[in-house]
Nanobody, 122 residues
Framework: QVQLVESGGGLVQAGDSLRLSCAAS????????VAWFYQAPGKERDFVAG????????YYADSVKGRFTISRDSAKNMVNLQMNSLKPEDTAVYYC???????????????WGQGTQVTVSS
C-alpha cells in the first residue's frame, strides 16, 4: 500500500508558475502509474496529467497541454507537476493518485493524497 502527500500549492497571479510535488511512501512506487487531478468547488474531480511507471509515457488533459509538465523522480519516490502560464480557471485543489493501471478515470485509482490548494488570481 502506498501513501501520497502533495505539496507546493499556493496563491499566484495569472501567468505565474507553480511546481506541485507528490511524495510517496509505503510501497514500491515504481510499480504504480501516477496521475494528477483537480477539483474546483462544486465541480467533479477531473484528470489533469498522468505518467507511466517508469516515466516513459505522459498524457495530459487538453486544457493544460503545453502549459503543464508531469515528471517523476524514481530515486526520490516523487512525481512533480510543473504548471506554467497559470490561469484563474486552474484554481482548484490538486490531488495526486496512484494505481497499477494508467488511466484518466478517477474511479480506477485506489490511492490518493490529501490535496493541495492552488489559487490563481486575475
Amino acid at each position: 500500500q502506498v501513501q501520497l502527500v502533495e505539496s507546493g500549492g499556493g496563491l499566484v497571479q495569472a501567468g505565474d508558475s507553480l511546481r506541485l510535488s507528490c511524495a510517496a511512501s509505503g510501497g514500491t512506487f515504481n510499480t504504480y502509474s501516477v496521475a494528477w487531478f483537480y477539483q474546483a468547488p462544486g465541480k467533479e474531480r477531473d484528470f489533469v496529467a498522468g505518467i507511466s511507471r517508469f516515466g516513459s509515457i505522459t498524457y495530459y488533459a487538453d486544457s493544460v497541454k503545453g502549459r503543464f509538465t508531469i515528471s517523476r523522480d524514481s530515486a526520490k519516490n516523487m512525481v512533480n507537476l510543473q504548471m506554467n502560464s497559470l490561469k484563474p480557471e486552474d484554481t482548484a485543489v490538486y490531488y495526486c493518485a496512484a494505481d497499477r493501471r494508467m488511466t484518466r478515470d478517477r474511479n480506477e485509482y485506489n490511492y490518493w493524497g490529501q490535496g493541495t490548494q492552488v489559487t490563481v488570481s486575475s
